[in-house]
């Protein structure tokens, strides 16, 4: 079968078309082999800046990035390492992407997220309901000198976070502060073994 240079120059338009304008997965016919060309995520999530609770926090962490972002969206193995996280069920196989789900329990809490944006080594974020509280959770990776610098952000909202807005600040806010740091000492010791 051959394929004019003009059939050519409009699939690849479309294709881009729709590439970029996020509407569907194009599909591009090259000779006998079908290609699937995804679309480029260019929007960025973030949290809730408006939520009554919100969490920001840091940590630099001194293991290669992808040993970082292995260990964090390995979600299952989360219980191995983060002991304030009970039990976690994928209910998407694979990878995290956009569009993933999984279920997991924490300080009493069953929450189910679902995945918004996952860029391999830049950003993750994910969201959920969790008992009337709404998160948006937001991870940022940025390679340095030193190792990684991993920044994480949270927003609440919900009629929960309303009545007893102090002491959930304070639950997000140590929280927050835990995972960070049980990030970085898991991510430093697969690095270092």
């Known amino acids: ?14 294709t881009l078309i729709l590439a970029t304008t996020g509407t569907a997965a ?10 699937i060309v995804a679309p480029h995520h260019t929007t960025d999530v973030h949290i809730d800046e408006s939520a009554p609770v919100i969490t920001r926090d840091s940590v630099l962490i001194h293991a290669p990035l992808h040993t970082v972002w292995k260990v964090q ?24 992407r956009p569009g993933s789900v999984f279920r997991w329990s924490t300080e009493g809490l069953d929450i189910t997220s679902t995945v918004k944006q996952a860029d391999y080594g830049k950003r993750l974020a994910w ?11 937001v991870w ?26 102090a002491a959930l600040q304070s639950a997000l ?21």
Not at 26 to 35: I, V
Not at 127 to 137: E, K, L, R
Not at 173 to 193: C, F, I, M, P, R
Request: charged share 15%; glycine share 8%; proline share 7%.
């Open 73 to 96: 969206t390995d979600v299952a193995n989360w219980p191995s390492w983060q002991p304030d996280v009970d039990v976690v069920v994928k209910d998407t196989p694979g990878r995290l």
């Open 1 to 14: 079968m051959r394929v004019t240079t003009a059939a050519k120059s409009a699939v690849l338009t479309t």
């Open 127 to 137: 969201g959920g309901p969790a008992q009337g509280i709404t998160a948006v959770h």
């Open 26 to 35: 194009a599909l591009t016919d090259e000779g006998p082999t079908r290609t």
């Open 173 to 193: 806010d140590n929280s927050l502060h835990n995972w960070v740091n049980n990030l970085k000492h898991e991510a430093e010791t697969q690095a270092a073994g």
């Open 140 to 165: 940022t990776f940025t390679p340095t000198r030193n190792g990684v610098l991993v920044h994480t952000e949270e927003s609440w909202t919900g009629a929960p976070v309303l009545a007893n807005q």
